[in-house]
């Protein structure tokens, strides 16, 4: 089985930047992703990781380490769109490679 | 127009009742899920399908059933609905790694 670990919730400033973790303990890794999902809306997909090491998409980055088992994704000039939750999903090994989601990060962006 | 459609939108139904949930995809993937959001629980897999011809159980299927009528469709019932699965839910399509998310349907069974 897999143990996907995020914070609950965080607040930051606009213009300011937040990294959110995930930590994760699966049997077998296959790729790391994160989506962003506004209130009452559908999840969008932000990034994935397979390979150790950060991966930049203009305001948004996200690292991974395998033999840490985490991640962060770094949000970059916060801007009041970006108040949203952040949920991090591990796809582990076996037949069926479905990412297992964690519980979510809610973030809020301040003025 | 939307990728990944859902409908109904809204449902309020009846404790009892049986429900179907409907999900259209125009991307072309084989493969097809369905998800529950529950608040502070995150997305939990109800059931999944990778082609015409193959169903699988997710993490809580329990109290639920799905049809795969076609590959752009894929249905989900709730034979006879409980309070308890009164949640938002989500189907979602993929090619291999990427998941594309409908709009969801806000369920409450009263």
């Known amino acids: 089985g897999q143990n996907i670990d995020q914070p609950t919730e965080m607040t930051a400033t606009e213009g300011a930047i937040v990294q959110i973790n995930c930590t994760y303990q699966t049997s077998g890794f296959n790729g790391l992703f994160w989506y962003q999902q506004h209130a009452g809306e559908a999840p969008t997909f932000l990034s994935y990781n397979v390979l150790d090491g950060l991966e930049e998409k203009g305001r948004f980055s996200s690292f991974l380490s395998r033999s840490k088992g985490y991640s962060y994704l770094l949000l970059k000039e916060l801007q009041m769109k970006d108040s949203a939750s952040y949920l991090c999903a591990v796809r582990g090994q076996g037949g069926s490679y479905i990412p297992t989601f964690g519980r979510g990060t809610s973030l809020i962006v301040h003025p | 127009d939307a990728d990944v459609t859902q409908t109904p939108r809204n449902r309020i139904t009846k404790t009892g009742k049986r429900i179907m949930l409907e999900c259209s995809q125009t991307k072309g993937h084989d493969r097809m899920y369905w998800y529950r959001q529950d608040p502070g629980l995150g997305l939990r897999l109800i059931y999944y399908?990778?082609?015409?011809?193959?169903?699988n159980k997710g993490e809580i299927s329990d109290g639920y059933s799905v049809s795969r009528q076609a590959q752009a469709k894929f249905s989900l019932s709730l034979e006879s609905a409980i309070p308890n699965q009164t949640a938002l839910y989500f189907c979602a399509t993929s090619e291999a790694d990427e998941q594309y998310f409908g709009p969801g349907t806000r369920l409450t069974v009263t």
């Open positions: 399908s990778f082609d015409v011809k193959d169903i």
